[in-house]
């Protein structure tokens, strides 16, 4: 991985989306796409607790009890994820999932991080309970009355962090109803337009290396997993 990759101050962009939204789907055609790596907190969290770390520890203990894992964990590892990948570009999914999330976010990385804006996929309950049904993983809270619990949770969680990014104008909100092919057909002029905005290199720059990158995370839910195809730039 180049050092200078390492620390130069990457964008990102943060990807909420209420459980059956078809988050992973999307951020999956956003890598191939344009290169970010795709790094979720869900994952990042159970792939730590599955290692048996002291930190995995700590984190099934919260689980265990109900309680939310502290933030300087999530970060920790967040951070450790991508500064692992070499990547400048990144998206990062389910994250920030409350105001807390956000204020602790920005509190460690605000001289480390370019946030371009929220994406969010904004998707029916009913929806959303039908894909998740749909895709049968076996999941114990994938039944209706949890399910609903479930999003429930989530959109009060989240209220405070979108209207945040809002009234930044930093808030950009997808029609998540549609096909994955709908869907991407809003979601790709958001990144054209960021890409745009980008200073083109010079014809006779090199070329960037082309990096794989696998985390050692099985690939679940809607997360799409951590291996990521990155062009580090």
């Known amino acids: 991985v180049n050092l200078s990759s390492i620390m130069a101050v990457a964008d990102i962009v943060f990807v909420l989306g209420p ?14 796409e344009f290169g970010y790596i795709h790094l979720s907190a869900g994952d990042l969290l ?13 984190i099934a203990d919260y ?24 990547c400048r570009k990144v998206l990062y999914a389910g994250f920030p999932r409350n ?11 605000k001289d480390k991080m370019n946030t371009k804006f929220m994406l969010y996929f904004d998707c029916e309950e009913e929806e959303c309970l ?26 009060t969680s989240t209220t405070a962090v979108l209207n945040i990014f809002k009234a930044r104008d930093l808030l950009r909100r997808i029609n998540a109803n549609g096909t ?8 790709l002029p958001l990144f054209q337009i960021s890409a745009e ?9 090199p070329v960037a290396p082309t990096t794989v990158i696998d985390l050692g995370v099985e690939e679940s839910g809607e997360s799409g997993g951590l291996f990521a195809l990155c062009n580090v730039l």
């Open 99 to 109: 105001e807390e999330n956000l204020n602790g976010w920005e509190s460690a990385m």
């Open 130 to 155: 039908r894909r998740a049904l749909a895709r049968n993983q076996n999941r114990a809270d994938d039944n209706p009355e949890s399910f609903r619990k479930r999003i429930a949770t989530y959109n």
């Open 180 to 187: 994955p092919d709908e869907v991407w057909s809003e979601t």
């Open 19 to 32: 459980p059956g939204a078809g988050k992973g789907t999307q951020c999956t055609k956003i890598k191939e």
């Open 46 to 58: 159970r792939a730590e607790q599955a290692a048996g770390s002291e930190d995995g520890e700590l």
């Open 197 to 205: 905005s980008t200073a083109a290199p010079s014809q006779n720059a």
């Open 63 to 86: 689980i265990k009890n109900g309680k939310i894992v502290p933030i300087e964990i999530t970060i920790k590892l967040l951070e450790k994820a991508k500064v692992s990948s070499g």
